[in-house]
């Protein structure tokens, strides 16, 4: 089982629909959680970035995080055609290690 | 404008040859990361370094060859014993490898075989 699990879809969606992209993970001692978003031919740039279990909210972004799942969200809302990239998640923290282990991304297209 | 960048963008090897991609960051961080992407599979570390003069392998470090002579600078040399080299490589900075900050990443080299 790899450490890090995400669908590389491609999720295809059409505009103004609300996004949820997940992530699983099997180390229980990850204790903090990044999305990053990467366009096509560029590198991955810090999207959200939470610790522990619980919401935060940035604009039309919310990442969640279920600690006792193992499971990791994120949720666009009111998706637009500038939001088709590949988003990864990144968990880290785990036994004193602060690099991240990042999933294989998640390819969302959003259609106008 | 602070930021990590690397050059080239595209770079062509010939078998046989070793190449070397360049990476500079002026965010005063002292961490510094290289990173190899293959399509449909996540980011894989290279080697890291925490500080000037000192790096450690990451997980597929064999076949790479880094150097961390200036905070500023880590060139990763791709060598020819590296026999997959086509890949995207993204270099990324952070505060520091043994704090909770998240890492930064340039925009990438996209190296292929000729």
């Known amino acids: 089982q790899k450490e890090v699990e995400q669908d590389p879809g491609p999720l295809s969606v059409p505009e103004g629909a609300i996004v949820s992209l997940n992530c699983t993970y099997s180390n229980s001692a990850f204790q903090y959680f990044m999305w990053y978003r990467q366009y096509s031919r560029k590198g991955p740039e810090l999207l959200m970035y939470?610790?522990?279990?619980g919401n935060k909210e940035d604009g039309r972004f919310t990442a969640q995080v279920d600690k006792s799942s193992k499971y990791i969200s994120l949720f666009i809302r009111d998706s637009q055609p500038s939001d088709s990239a590949t988003y990864l998640c990144a968990p880290l923290g785990a036994g004193g290690s602060y690099i991240p282990t990042f999933g294989r991304g998640t390819s969302l297209i959003v259609h106008p | 404008d602070g930021g990590i960048t690397q050059s080239p963008k595209y770079l062509f090897r010939k078998e046989g040859q070793n190449v070397t991609l360049s990476c500079e960051q002026n965010?005063?961080?002292?961490?510094m990361y290289w990173y190899r992407q293959d399509p449909g599979q996540g980011l894989r570390l290279i080697y890291y370094s925490q500080i000037v003069n000192d790096f450690q392998k990451g997980d597929i470090a064999e076949g790479y060859s880094v150097s961390r002579e200036k905070k500023e600078s880590f060139p990763l040399t791709v060598t020819s014993a590296q026999k997959n080299p086509t890949a995207f490589y993204l270099c990324?900075?952070?505060?520091?490898?043994?704090?909770?900050?998240?890492?930064?990443f340039g925009d990438g080299t996209r190296l292929s075989i000729l």
């Open positions: 990324a900075s952070s505060i520091g490898a043994d704090t909770n900050q998240p890492q930064h």
């Open positions: 965010l005063n961080h002292d961490a």
């Open positions: 939470t610790y522990s279990s």
